[in-house]
């Protein structure tokens, strides 16, 4: 099973949320690395991603490593009665050769959709 070391925590600009024209819509989603040399460009949709809760009941991740990295709140992630709508997405990046964990949410308010990025890792397979 591939382990998920979280390397570390990339720094975020405002444009965290952002409108999705449809549920099924793909959104292109930037962030920089290499203390913001680098632009990356990861396409995020719900068909090509998956809930994150399933990365740490598989044991690949834990929920103390997500906390840590601040994620969200211990508390939240190990809420078991709590509607947990976060999902991930991997994103590898020829440019730099690292891999990014993408973490967000699809949500839906008065039909209005949109994407809430709370967190990208760089994160190392093992
Ligand atoms: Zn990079």
Known sequence: MTKISIIKKIQLGEERSLPLHHPDAELCFSFYCGSGKIKHEAVLSFASSN???SLTE???LSNYDLAQNYVTKLQDLEDQNRNFPYR????NSKECNNDY???FDINEYRDYY???VYAVLQI???
């Open 124 to 126: 190392e397979k093992n």
């Open 114 to 116: 949109g994407i809430f």
């Open 88 to 91: 991930y997405q991997f994103y």
């Open 101 to 103: 964990l993408i973490i």
């Open 51 to 53: 809930f994150l809760r």
């Open 58 to 60: 598989s044991g690949q």
